[in-house]
């Protein structure tokens, strides 16, 4: 047996850079990423070819792909979008019907969510975008930008992913022309010039012959930039540098020795750190309770450590002995959330039941769940032009709108932009128990004036 | 706060805090919890976890086997001694007393296997105990149903999963409400993969059920695969037993689960066999999924793991 579809030795086509990591670092972190473009761009065939060729594929998979295709087709051609077809009720439809995880390892280990691109599942690519640090949105250079490429860039940009890579696809089939390429991007920057993505990047692509995904082509010399898979090796993460952000531990869960032990009074409050580090002996304030103390030690299971740094899992006790549990946050002093029972919030609705104002529903945000009810619907975003309508007074499946929230108690929170782990929430219907809103915290409205 | 160090967590201790977080969130949101342990190398990364999480506090859950009676007895062994030096409560569900008090019925003939009897068994125990939350080992990478299934999830009173009435799940923010009679599944290792798994073992130095290293046996050949040969398999026309130096990959019923040749009797030489391979562990070891191409996502359906 010789290669490796898991591992990244030898796996790897010549060309690429090696890694690039400091010493003492083990390279890239995992990067989570999505891939979304409309029915037929060719998403599926370039996660197939992305996969293939970085050799990604076992065997037996490849296999099962082989004989599918012979079965289906006339040709008989190796169909690289049966790889990533899922469910029964997919293949028989010749559809997507949820969001798909799929795992590979070059230089750096990822995590795919693969999301349909139909307008109906607008949930699904919420879903999928909500982890991601990098968003691959195709565009078949054919057709040109679409309503659905405008949609999932402001979805790319509305759930704070950070890097937006706009893959230029079915470059064969004009050519491989230069201008063609300029005209999608000029089209596209137009209207996501006033995106608050950061970074963006265009790659012209051939998906079905393979350019530019693993391997450099020989027939774009105009492109000079990196491959699909050179540039998911090396993109920068932000989370790289936890110490920039505000450090934010929401309490999970606490620990207590069991009885008759000798550190019977232990109490440990444990939890994944949502953002940036906390040491030991650092004051601290838990929100919303505003009980302050300092952090006496952190412990994981391997010993106590000196920082804890996120997104890691951690229990720390604390100097003094409070009365507190899953609920608060642990910040620093002179870094604490906003707290309030108010908050106004971007939702992507993904019920069918419409979300009206005057009903409640459970707000689920970092460890804490209280009661919410919609006071306001502010608007509601036009998804064909993607602008605000105002006076919108509900919020459809697959809407995406503006609401103002209160809870009967108060909320320890970031903006969404500020934070993605604390600036978020779900909401949950009480009769039903389905998860029907994921929310992202705009900011809580200003004390009303006396 | 002056220098600007990169500091990043390892993929493993990435994927570790992950599954600890999810753990907890189960603990603290379910009522009655239980950890299914299938005697496997993902049970055995589980109960380390578990123990991350809970340390020095005890597991909120006790520990459930579903004992097709057809195992391995290296897993059983294991089982116990794992489960004795955690200190922590076993509940042993037991495929046979199913088949005794009529609620299943067994299969006959040469490939006669308890394997989808082990449903009923679990979806019983679950009842009779009111479970509301069973966290399983299962991963994403295994096969393409669950490719699509969520961290957390939900079965309807019949323990059947839909995978079209599947609730959103987004960032890190579970939802694990259930109605009485109702359960989630919870699958803490969901974003691992079997080399992760692997990594982890090595990394950790967890103890598994030896049959994970190549040792001989005797085994048969039936469909391209190696197994082993027990009283629970019935010889069919033309298999005849030989001795041949085997691991296993996976580890179900003695009934279901092929080995592979292997000289590889260490954690570091599977690890490497593992990084090396070409096939993935379900194709070639697991017969249970060779039924059809949609074998488990039917079996899903119905309740399985
Ligand atoms: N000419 C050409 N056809 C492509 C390319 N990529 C995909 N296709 C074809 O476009 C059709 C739709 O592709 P598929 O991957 O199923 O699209 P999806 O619906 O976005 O997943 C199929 O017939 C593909 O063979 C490409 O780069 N060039």
Same mark, same amino acid.
């Given at each position: 047996?010789?290669?490796?579809?898991?591992?990244?030795?030898?796996?790897?086509?010549?060309?690429?850079?090696?890694?690039?990591?400091?010493?003492?670092?083990?390279?890239?972190?995992?990067?989570?990423?999505?891939?979304?473009?409309?029915?037929?761009?060719?998403?599926?065939?370039?996660?197939?070819?992305?996969?293939?060729?970085?050799?990604?594929?076992?065997?037996?998979?490849?296999?099962?792909?082989?004989?599918?295709?012979?079965?289906?087709?006339?040709?008989?051609?190796?169909?690289?979008?049966?790889?990533?077809?899922?469910?029964?009720?997919?293949?028989?439809?010749?559809?997507?019907?949820?969001?798909?995880?799929?795992?590979?390892?070059?230089?750096?280990?990822?995590?795919?969510?693969?999301?349909?691109?139909?307008?109906?599942?607008?949930?699904?690519?919420?879903? #999928?975008?909500?982890?991601?640090?990098? /968003?691959? %949105? &195709?565009?078949?250079?054919?057709?040109? $930008?679409?309503?659905? *490429?405008? =949609?999932?860039?402001?979805?790319?940009?509305?759930?704070?992913?950070?890097?937006?890579?706009?893959?230029?696809?079915?470059?064969?089939?004009?050519?491989?022309?230069?201008?063609?390429?300029?005209?999608?991007?000029?089209?596209?920057?137009?209207?996501?010039?006033?995106?608050?993505?950061?970074?963006?990047?265009?790659?012209?692509?051939?998906?079905?012959?393979?350019?530019?995904?693993?391997?450099?082509?020989?027939?774009?010399?105009?492109?000079?930039?990196?491959?699909?898979?050179?540039?998911?090796?090396?993109?920068?993460?932000?989370?790289?540098?936890?110490?920039?952000?505000?450090?934010?531990?929401?309490?999970?869960?606490?620990?207590?020795?069991?009885?008759?032990?000798?550190?019977?009074?232990?109490? #440990?409050?444990?939890?994944?750190?949502? /953002?940036? %580090? &906390?040491?030991?002996?650092?004051?601290? $304030?838990?929100?919303? *309770?505003? =009980?302050?103390?300092?952090?006496?030690?952190?412990?994981?299971?391997?010993?106590?450590?000196?920082?804890?740094?996120?997104?890691?899992?951690?229990?720390?006790?604390?100097?003094?002995?409070?009365?507190?549990?899953?609920?608060?946050?642990?910040?620093?002093?002179?870094?604490?959330?906003?707290?309030?029972?108010?908050?106004?919030?971007?939702?992507?609705?993904?019920?069918?039941?419409?979300?009206?104002?005057?009903?409640?529903?459970?707000?689920?945000?970092?460890?804490?769940?209280?009661?919410?009810?919609?006071?306001?619907?502010?608007?509601?975003?036009?998804?064909?032009?993607?602008?605000?309508?105002?006076?919108?007074?509900?919020?459809?499946?697959?809407?995406?709108?503006?609401?103002?929230?209160?809870?009967?108690?108060?909320?320890?929170?970031?903006?969404?932009?500020?934070?993605?782990?604390?600036?978020?929430?779900?909401?949950?219907?009480?009769?039903?128990?389905?998860?029907?809103?994921?929310?992202?915290?705009?900011?809580?409205?200003?004390?009303?004036?006396? | 706060?002056?220098?600007?160090?990169?500091?990043?967590?390892?993929?493993?201790?990435?994927?570790?805090?992950?599954?600890?977080?999810?753990?907890?969130?189960?603990?603290?949101?379910?009522?009655?919890?239980?950890?299914?342990?299938?005697?496997?190398?993902?049970?055995?990364?589980?109960?380390?976890?578990?123990?991350?999480?809970?340390?020095?506090?005890?597991?909120?859950?006790?520990?459930?086997?579903?004992?097709?009676?057809?195992?391995?007895?290296?897993?059983?062994?294991?089982?116990?001694?794992?489960?004795?030096?955690?200190?922590?409560?076993?509940?042993?569900?037991?495929?046979?007393?199913?088949?005794?008090?009529?609620?299943?019925?067994?299969?006959?003939?040469?490939?006669?296997?308890?394997?989808?009897?082990?449903?009923?068994?679990?979806?019983?125990?679950?009842?009779?105990?009111?479970?509301?939350?069973?966290?399983?080992?299962?991963?994403?990478?295994?096969?393409?149903?669950?490719?699509?299934?969520?961290?957390?999830?939900?079965?309807?009173?019949?323990?059947?999963?839909?995978?079209?009435?599947?609730?959103?799940?987004?960032?890190?923010?579970?939802?694990?409400?259930?109605?009485?009679?109702?359960?989630?599944?919870?699958?803490?290792?969901?974003?691992?993969?079997?080399?992760?798994?692997?990594?982890?073992?090595?990394?950790?130095?967890?103890?598994?059920?030896?049959?994970?290293?190549?040792?001989?046996?005797?085994?048969?050949?039936?469909?391209?695969?190696?197994?082993?040969?027990?009283?629970?398999?019935?010889?069919?026309?033309?298999?005849?037993?030989?001795?041949?130096?085997?691991?296993?990959?996976?580890?179900?019923?003695?009934?279901?689960?092929?080995?592979?040749?292997?000289?590889?009797?260490?954690?570091?030489?599977?690890?490497?066999?593992?990084?090396?391979?070409?096939?993935?562990?379900?194709?070639?070891?697991?017969?249970?999924?060779?039924?059809?191409?949609?074998?488990?996502?039917?079996?899903?359906?119905?309740?399985?793991?």
């Amino acid at each position: 047996m010789e290669g490796f579809p898991i591992s990244s030795n030898g796996a790897r086509p010549a060309t690429l850079a090696e890694p690039s990591a400091p010493p003492g670092l083990s390279g890239r972190g995992l990067l989570r990423f999505t891939t979304a473009g409309s029915v037929d761009d060719g998403k599926s065939t370039l996660i197939g070819r992305l996969l293939v060729d970085s050799r990604q594929v076992a065997d037996d998979q490849l296999a099962q792909v082989e004989e599918a295709s012979r079965r289906r087709s006339m040709d008989g051609a190796l169909d690289l979008s049966l790889l990533t077809d899922g469910l029964r009720a997919e293949r028989e439809q010749g559809i997507t019907i949820d969001v798909a995880y799929r795992y590979f390892t070059t230089q750096r280990r990822f995590i795919l969510a693969d999301v349909p691109g139909h307008r109906e599942y607008t949930r699904n690519m919420v879903t #999928g975008a909500s982890t991601a640090d990098l /968003s691959i %949105v &195709l565009v078949d250079v054919h057709r040109g $930008v679409v309503e659905q *490429s405008r =949609r999932h860039a402001y979805i790319t940009s509305l759930l704070g992913i950070p890097h937006l890579v706009v893959a230029v696809n079915k470059m064969d089939l004009v050519d491989y022309d230069q201008a063609a390429f300029a005209s999608v991007v000029d089209t596209f920057e137009e209207f996501a010039a006033g995106l608050p993505v950061a970074d963006r990047l265009f790659i012209p692509v051939s998906a079905l012959h393979g350019d530019n995904v693993v391997a450099r082509s020989e027939r774009m010399p105009w492109y000079d930039g990196p491959t699909l898979l050179e540039h998911l090796e090396q993109v920068e993460l932000s989370h790289e540098h936890p110490e920039r952000v505000s450090a934010r531990l929401p309490v999970q869960w606490i620990i207590r020795a069991p009885n008759g032990e000798p550190n019977v009074n232990h109490r #440990g409050y444990a939890g994944q750190l949502a /953002s940036g %580090v &906390l040491r030991t002996g650092e004051e601290v $304030v838990l929100t919303p *309770s505003g =009980r302050r103390t300092r952090i006496a030690r952190i412990e994981t299971s391997d010993g106590p450590i000196e920082e804890a740094v996120a997104p890691q899992s951690v229990s720390v006790v604390l100097e003094d002995d409070l009365d507190v549990g899953r609920g608060e946050m642990i910040s620093r002093v002179d870094d604490p959330p906003t707290v309030a029972a108010e908050l106004e919030a971007d939702v992507c609705w993904m019920s069918v039941h419409p979300l009206e104002a005057g009903r409640r529903y459970l707000i689920k945000n970092s460890t804490r769940t209280v009661s919410a009810l919609v006071a306001e619907v502010v608007h509601c975003m036009d998804i064909h032009t993607l602008r605000p309508v105002p006076d919108s007074s509900s919020l459809e499946l697959n809407d995406i709108g503006r609401v103002r929230l209160r809870t009967t108690a108060p909320l320890a929170f970031d903006t969404y932009r500020a934070n993605r782990g604390t600036g978020s929430f779900i909401l949950i219907d009480e009769t039903s128990n389905d998860t029907v809103a994921a929310g992202m915290i705009v900011g809580a409205p200003a004390p009303a004036q006396p | 706060m002056s220098v600007a160090v990169r500091r990043q967590l390892s993929h493993l201790d990435s994927l570790e805090s992950e599954s600890i977080h999810i753990m907890r969130e189960v603990a603290a949101e379910l009522e009655r919890p239980v950890l299914l342990f299938s005697g496997g190398k993902d049970s055995a990364v589980l109960l380390r976890l578990a123990e991350k999480a809970f340390r020095p506090g005890r597991f909120p859950f006790p520990i459930m086997h579903v004992d097709t009676g057809h195992n391995f007895p290296e897993v059983i062994e294991f089982r116990d001694r794992r489960v004795a030096e955690l200190g922590e409560r076993l509940i042993i569900a037991s495929v046979q007393d199913s088949i005794d008090r009529g609620r299943a019925v067994e299969e006959t003939g040469p490939r006669a296997t308890r394997n989808r009897l082990q449903t009923v068994t679990l979806l019983d125990a679950i009842a009779e105990h009111g479970f509301d939350a069973a966290f399983g080992g299962a991963r994403r990478d295994e096969e393409r149903a669950r490719a699509k299934e969520r961290v957390f999830s939900f079965r309807d009173e019949f323990g059947q999963w839909d995978p079209r009435a599947q609730r959103p799940e987004v960032w890190n923010l579970y939802n694990g409400r259930v109605r009485p009679g109702e359960h989630v599944r919870v699958f803490p290792l969901s974003n691992w993969t079997e080399l992760d798994v692997w990594e982890y073992i090595a990394r950790e130095d967890l103890d598994l059920p030896p049959i994970y290293f190549a040792h001989e046996r005797d085994v048969f050949q039936r469909d391209g695969m190696l197994y082993a040969h027990s009283p629970f398999v019935a010889l069919a026309n033309g298999e005849v037993p030989f001795r041949e130096w085997v691991r296993y990959r996976t580890v179900g019923d003695m009934t279901c689960t092929g080995g592979v040749r292997s000289r590889a009797t260490t954690l570091a030489e599977v690890v490497a066999e593992i990084a090396a391979t070409r096939i993935t562990e379900r194709g070639e070891t697991r017969a249970d999924d060779r039924f059809s191409e949609a074998a488990m996502e039917d079996r899903k359906k119905m309740g399985y793991f």
